[in-house]
Each structure stands twice: as C-alpha cells, then as structure tokens.
C-alpha cells in the first residue's frame, strides 16, 4: 500500500483540486446518466466531440467489428482498409483541391503536423526562410507547445518562455470585415518572405465561444495569402465533421484552405481520432520535392480500430442526413439564444453557426458568469461548454449532431432557468 497516496477518495490528480466530479455511469442519445441515477441533457457533446450522441449503435458495431480483427499496426508497415475507406471519404466529401489526407490522435497533434507541412512545403519550394505562422487572439489551436504558440488563450501564460513569439492579429469582428487588413498589416510587419502560413479558425470555438467572421472575411483572407505567397491553414477541429452544417465551415464561403484539421467529431468521442486534409497544391510540393514528409508522427496514428469508427461516424452521419439537422435544430438553437440573449442582462450576445452556438456572458453582471453558469446548468441537468480566454468570457451549446426539436426547447428552458439562478445570486 501507497503511505502517501489517498487513502480513499480519488487518486486522480484533477486539473482543479477541490473540484468535486459527479462520477459517469452510462450515456445513450443525448443523455448521460451519473452513478447516483442523475440525468444530464449533454448540450456540449462531451467535449464538442460526440457528434453523434453516446452509444450509436454503429459505432459501438464498428469498434466490435474491428477490435475483433485488427487495432493496431505500424503505420509505416502495413496500411489497412478502414484508413484507406477513411481517406477516400474524407477526400470526397472535402472541395476539389483537397486531394490527400493523413492521420493523427489529437487536434493539437493534426494542428502541429499541419504547421510542420506548411514549412517543409516551402523548404521544398527552395524557400527554407519561411517558417513562420500568424494566428489570432482569443484563438484555440491546442495544448501542445506548438498548438499553444499559436493559441491566442489565457492557458498560455504560465509556460510563455517556451513558446514560440508568433505574430498574432486581432480576432475578427463579426460585424466589421476590415479587422482582416490586419493580417497583410503583420504579413508587412513580419515580412511575407519568413511567413509559411495564416492558421484560422473558421467559426472560433474554445476561446471566443462560436464567433463567425462576418461575411468576405475569408474570401479577402485568401486573397491576402495568395499576394504574399502564404499557406492557408483552416482548424477545424471543432468546427468541421457538419457540425456547423456543411462538412468544413470554410464551406459557407468560397474558399478552400491549403491544409485542413479535423478532429473531435471524427472519432465522434469513441476513439482518439483526428486528421489533416492536404490539398493538391501542397501534395504537388511533396511530390516534385523530396517525395517525403518530414514530418514524423504518432504511436497511434492511423490505427484501424480508430479509422473504422472513423468510417461509421461519416456513414452515420450521412445515413442520417445530419448536416441538414446541424442545419435545422442550429436555426432552433440560435433562435432560443436570441430570446434568452434579450431576457437575461448576463447575457451579452448570442451567436453562432449550425450547432456551434454560444453566448457570451457579461463578468461585470455576475463574476465569473461563464463558470457559474456551467455549474447552475449542472445543476439543472444540463451540460454546456466553457468557454472564453479571460477576456472573452462564454459558453458553448453545441449539442450532438442527432438532437431533435424536443431538446432544442429543453436546452433553452435549462438554460433559462441557470441563467436566471446565477443572476439572482
Ligand atoms: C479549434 C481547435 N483546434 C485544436 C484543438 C485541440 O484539440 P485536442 O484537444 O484534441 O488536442 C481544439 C480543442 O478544443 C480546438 O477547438
């Protein structure tokens, strides 16, 4: 026996200590259940990820399907169906340029692979000096030091001397397409000539709770790539897999990005999956270059027990025409924001796309707004999304993709309910 460990309680060591975690007992459709018979309407997808609710029979089938045959190879020695199936689908259903894909475990790994492209895309090119990336503030791109160089978020902070001193630019105002000037006003700053790519956002999630650029935000964003011979970087990590609607978020305009990340929904919250979607400009790189990516990878990437599920999430989804639900129930959703926006003073804005809405809430009402309401919503039985850098402070309410009309108007009622607690505190 441990002297020094718990003697009972928990032995996990929790990102906040004192903070008591009701324990999970089980989850089907939208709903989680706790050990003590709780129900919880999971208005958050866990972590953004279960795209299609808990216990899809389809995914529990593929993972039972494909466990039983084979989880895990090196993917530098065999390839297997499901990641091939899975790359097939991923291409078809991407726009035209994108024409590749590769595999990873986590966003932040596919947001770090896709920077390690976009450099060794222009070393390739004969242009080895240009190895920096511009992001924006109030941003998320991961946990990892190379993620996290580019996060515009309060998690940075503490460990700021080893990260890398990125310019970043303002995040855009939804209301005002000029914010995105700023990006050629730091690409002249910075010097094109040391820039490998802009990595975006295309709807902000973690840190600016589902703000949407305004519309010819990215059109003009592209534009401003091309002129100065700069990659496009699209994170989609929390926006894509139909989550907003269409498969990319990037979808709602005209444009393509030159490297794509997936993550969260595409292992809809049953394996550890993610992925980055290459277009033929930068495969064309590769392939009139060194004809090899440099760019390593993960124990885990690529295992079939992953990309199996990965297959059943796509198939489900389609089966299910849920991009047009995301479509539907979003309109509900917003809807719902909106009249609590306009009921509650907490509430500063209501906003987003598809099912990646939020709100953001006001400090100066209720202190720390954000963590008091995800804690009342708790309390009611429902589970949303913090979200916010310390500056920006929010929620989100991005419920999995299969929520009908009838839990839409529940999530509102919830909500309405915490917000009215945390107001009257
Ligand atoms: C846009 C975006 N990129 C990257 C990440 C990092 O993904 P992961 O937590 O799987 O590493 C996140 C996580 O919230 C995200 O929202």
């Not at 040391?194 to 592209?222: F, K, T, W």
């Not at 033929?280 to 199996?308: D, I, M, W």
């Amino acid at each position: 026996m441990n002297a020094s460990g718990p003697s009972q309680g928990s032995a996990l060591l929790r990102s906040e200590l004192d903070r008591r975690l009701p324990t999970v007992s089980h989850a089907r459709g939208v709903f989680l259940w706790d050990s003590d018979g709780r129900r919880y309407l999971d208005a958050a997808s866990g972590s953004i990820a279960a795209v299609l609710g808990h216990a899809h029979p389809k995914a529990i089938d593929a993972l039972q399907a494909q466990a039983a045959k084979v989880s895990h190879v090196y993917r530098g020695s065999f390839t297997s169906e499901p990641t091939e199936e899975l790359a097939r689908m991923l291409v078809r259903r991407s726009p035209a340029p994108v024409q590749r894909v590769q595999f990873a475990n986590s966003g932040s790994e596919a947001v770090e692979i896709a920077v390690k492209m976009a450099i060794q895309y222009w070393q390739e090119r004969g242009r080895p000096e240009k190895w920096k990336v511009i992001s924006r503030l109030h941003s998320y791109h991961g946990n990892t030091l190379g993620a996290l160089s580019l996060s515009g978020h309060a998690r940075r902070s503490r460990f700021e001397k080893l990260l890398h001193p990125f310019p970043m630019v303002k995040a855009p105002d939804p209301f005002d397409v000029t914010a995105v000037e700023d990006f050629e006003r730091a690409l002249l700053e910075t010097g094109a000539d040391s820039v490998a790519a802009i990595i975006v956002e295309p709807i902000v999630g973690a840190s600016n709770p589902a703000l949407v650029p305004p519309p010819g935000y990215h059109e003009r964003l592209r534009e401003i790539c091309d002129a100065h011979d700069v990659l496009l970087i699209a994170d989609e990590v929390m926006s894509g897999m139909h989550r907003s609607g269409t498969f990319l978020a990037m979808e709602e305009s005209t444009v393509t990005a030159d490297i794509t990340t997936l993550g969260k929904g595409l292992g809809g919250g049953y394996v550890p999956l993610s992925a980055i979607l290459v277009s033929e400009r930068v495969v064309q790189g590769f392939e009139r270059g060194s004809r090899k990516l440099e760019t390593g990878g993960h124990t885990y990437a690529a295992n079939p027990l992953a990309t199996a599920v990965g297959v059943s999430v796509l198939e489900a989804i389609d089966e299910g025409d849920l991009g047009q639900n995301a479509v539907d129930r979003g309109q509900e959703l917003l809807q719902g924001l909106a009249r609590l926006e306009a009921a509650h003073p907490v509430v500063e804005s209501a906003r987003g796309r598809g099912l990646l809405c939020g709100l953001v809430l006001d400090d100066r009402l209720v202190s720390d707004a954000a963590r008091e309401l995800v804690d009342a919503a708790a309390d009611v039985g429902l589970m949303i999304y913090l979200a916010g850098d310390g500056e920006i402070n929010g929620v989100l309410v991005a419920p999995p993709l299969i929520v009908a009309a009838e839990h839409i108007q529940e999530i509102i009622v919830l909500l309405d309910a915490a917000l009215s607690a945390i107001e009257s505190r």
